[in-house]
């Protein structure tokens, strides 16, 4: 005999099942994935893309928590939460986690950036259930015990080391810092070494019991997958560690944030023994939901995105003053930047830099040809396409849409979006982000009075 209160449960349970909201957001055609996305009851959502035609699924979660998200004292808890994930659960321990995921040859990861963070494994899709129920586990179930805490923090730190230790990745970290200052996001995903000792186990606690929670979350999975089987596996994992008991809650927002660039025309020079300088010449950007992000691509594209692209043909091509030299952008919820990257000699510092300065002056001031930008815009067409040729690059797309943009491109619809801009403008925001006054960060051994010099390259 089932019992009034019995029944009460199971009736409130049904009514929490019946609010979960399935859509079809991207219908597939001609090779291109159905994607479909369902919130469930507890503001969980889920968004899957299904390609019959091959074999294998990545499934992940992305949280919308980033380094950036951190106060002074709590920076790199995001990162070391993100190994932590890894260490333990109440159903399985470190080896139980890595050997499932190695038994059936899938391959397992995860990643902190400014903004979010992610969780993935990549598998054969028979093998979806058993990788959908493992990172469920490790975001539902971690323990983050005390002995987990203090062994990991030394592998933080030979990490934040081994980054030391590459001024080509560091200086990177340096020019956010240059941009943004003693900021959340001037300071680096990693933390540093004070602050990842100071860390506790108490503290990481706290700060993943407010991030990881479904409204923060989004599910992503893409490949040969079924999207209501997804879906289930999904519920019943997270059912089962009681993470979708608020039936009424809702997904939270994307991210808007607070502009937080710093005066243009600042230098910082870190001296180290290197062969090397390595250089990043940059000003303000645009926020990621800029319409001129599109136009931005194409000219970012044309500067410095390829082999004949003109910082590639004037530094490295035509006079061999360095190896790499590429410009790049990087767009936040409210800010970007836009950066020009090279490694060269120290002694021929001061040309790369000037011939940096130059091209990007003679832009923002007389813009692109015409030709350049066709061809800058079937660069950027053929590499997105190509980008997305695995269930990782979907999954990731898919995933990223959701948590911060709220809603899913097509693939045809962004090759359109890529295809419809103009020479005016890649001019205007050539002259709107290229006319700023630059920053410029520099890792390596310069003598005094070649440091003294720097600031005439951002005067």
């Known amino acids: ?110 990643f902190t950036a400014k903004e979010y963070t992610c969780y993935y494994a990549r598998v054969l899709d028979s093998d979806l ?52 200052g003693d900021t959340p996001l001037g300071r680096p995903v990693l933390g540093t070494v004070d602050t990842v000792n100071a860390l506790t186990a108490d503290r990481i606690r706290r700060f993943y019991k407010k991030h990881y929670d479904p409204t923060h979350l989004v599910v992503a999975c893409a490949g040969n997958v079924d ?43 870190i001296g180290r023994k290197t062969e090397q300088a390595h250089v990043v010449l940059g000003m303000p950007g645009l926020a990621r939901t800029d319409e001129r992000r599109w136009a931005l691509g194409v000219l970012n594209t044309a500067l410095g995105g390829g082999m004949s692209s003109r910082l590639f043909q004037e530094v490295r091509e035509k006079r061999g003053l360095a190896y790499s030299v590429y410009s790049y952008t990087s767009g936040f919820a409210d800010c970007g930047l836009f950066g020009v990257y090279a490694g060269c000699r120290p002694s021929q510092v001061h040309d790369v830099l000037k011939i940096c300065r130059d091209e990007l002056d003679q832009v923002a001031e007389h813009g692109l040809p015409d030709d350049e930008i066709e061809r800058a815009i079937g660069q950027l067409k053929g590499s997105t396409v190509l980008g997305l040729e695995d269930t990782g690059a979907l999954m990731n797309r898919i995933g990223k849409s959701e948590l911060c943009w709220g809603e899913q491109m097509s693939v045809d619809e962004m090759l359109t979006r890529i295809a419809m801009v103009t020479p005016d403008e890649v001019r205007a925001v050539a002259r709107d982000v290229l006319g700023q006054r630059p920053s410029l960060s520099v890792i390596g051994p310069l003598k005094d009075k070649q440091a003294s010099r720097l600031h005439d390259t951002v005067a």
């Open 1 to 110: 005999m089932t019992s009034r209160s019995s029944k009460a449960t199971a009736r409130t349970s049904t009514e929490a099942r019946a609010v979960a909201r399935t859509q079809t957001l991207i219908k597939g055609a001609g090779g291109i994935g159905t994607v479909r996305r369902t919130t469930l009851p507890g503001g969980l959502r889920i968004v899957t893309e299904t390609l019959p035609s091959v074999r294998s699924a990545t499934f992940g979660i992305w949280a919308h928590v980033g380094s950036r998200d951190e106060t002074p004292a709590l920076n790199g808890a995001t990162h070391y939460l993100e190994h932590l994930l890894f260490k333990g659960t109440t159903r399985r321990s470190a080896l139980d986690i890595s050997s499932a995921i190695d038994a059936v040859g899938g391959e397992m990861n995860a």
């Open 129 to 180: 259930p058993l990788a959908i129920d493992v990172v469920c586990d490790m975001l539902t179930g971690s323990l983050i015990r005390e002995e987990d805490v203090d062994v990991e923090r030394g592998a933080i730190l030979e990490e934040i080391a081994m980054t030391e230790d590459d001024p080509g990745d560091c200086v990177h970290d340096l020019f956010a810092h240059t941009m943004f």
């Open 227 to 269: 999207h209501n089987k997804v879906v289930r596996q999904v519920r019943a994992a997270f059912e089962k560690a009681g993470a979708l008991s608020r039936a009424d809650a809702t997904p939270i927002a994307p991210r808007e944030g607070r502009r937080s660039l710093r005066t243009a025309g600042r230098v910082e020079l």
